[in-house]
């Protein structure tokens, strides 16, 4: 079973910027695509976008387009996602999780992280 | 609001059958596979159910997905304890060009 591991829980100020991190398996990492999903408080499940780690191929849900940034570094199987300047709106807790995909759209999300809750103050 | 729709809850007591709905369009369901999750409390979504009927290994044969036109549905049989949970339904959308989710429905088992 893929494991991915999530950075520690955060805890931030408005304006503020944050690079949250999700560890995958050396050893495939960079064959799998890894998405991103956001859970604000009490709320349900929003996909946020896919990184390829093996070319950083990104796509980006229209609603997080320009409001975050995802990226990788395959050489040590990791995937990020990045706030330049957070808001109070952004305390949620982020998924990452292995995409099974066809022809490059994603169809589900295979293998979870234990997720990474971002709290952030105004 | 959604773009998937799914009744906020449903319940059962043990042993029953429960169903649940998801609701959406001929740019999402219509036109793509359908995916369920199961988020027990406090923890991270599973993939319960993907491509409309598969379960992963490991998910009891008592959840069963399907998918008719822009619905689909998934059934817990046998309903346990241990069922009680959030359950999403997901699937691309091609006008929306991104994975959406349903709202989420609560399972209580009474």
């Known amino acids: 079973e893929v494991q991915l591991v999530q950075s520690g829980a955060e805890v931030k100020k408005a304006g503020e910027s944050l690079k949250i991190s999700c560890k995958g398996p050396?050893?495939?990492?960079?064959?799998?695509?890894i998405a991103w999903v956001r859970q604000m408080p009490g709320k349900g499940l929003e996909w946020m976008g896919i990184?390829?780690?093996?070319?950083?191929?990104?796509r980006y849900s229209p609603s997080f387009q320009g409001q975050v940034t995802i990226s990788a570094d395959k050489s040590i199987s990791t995937a990020y996602l990045q706030w330049s300047g957070l808001k109070a709106s952004d305390t949620a807790i982020y998924y990452c999780?292995?995409?099974?995909?066809?022809?490059?759209?994603?169809?589900?999300?295979?293998?979870w992280g234990q997720g990474t809750l971002v709290t952030v103050s105004s | 609001q959604s773009v998937l729709t799914q009744p906020p809850s449903a319940s059962g007591t043990p042993g029953q059958r429960v169903i649940m709905s998801c609701s959406g369009s001929r740019s999402n369901i219509g036109s793509n596979t359908v995916n369920w999750y199961q988020q027990l409390p406090g923890t991270a979504p599973k993939l319960l159910i993907h491509s409309n009927n598969q379960r992963p290994l490991g998910v009891p044969d008592r959840f069963t997905g399907s998918k008719s036109g822009t619905s689909a549905s998934l059934a817990i049989s046998g309903l346990q304890s241990e069922d009680e949970a959030d359950y999403y339904c997901?699937?691309?959308?091609?006008?929306?060009?991104?994975?959406?989710f349903g709202g989420g429905a609560k399972v209580t088992v009474l």
């Open positions: 999780a292995t995409v099974v995909t066809r022809q490059d759209v994603p169809q589900y999300f295979q293998h």
């Open positions: 990184i390829y780690p093996g070319d950083s191929d990104t």
């Open positions: 997901a699937a691309w959308d091609d006008s929306l060009n991104a994975y959406v």
């Open positions: 050396g050893y495939s990492f960079y064959t799998y695509w």
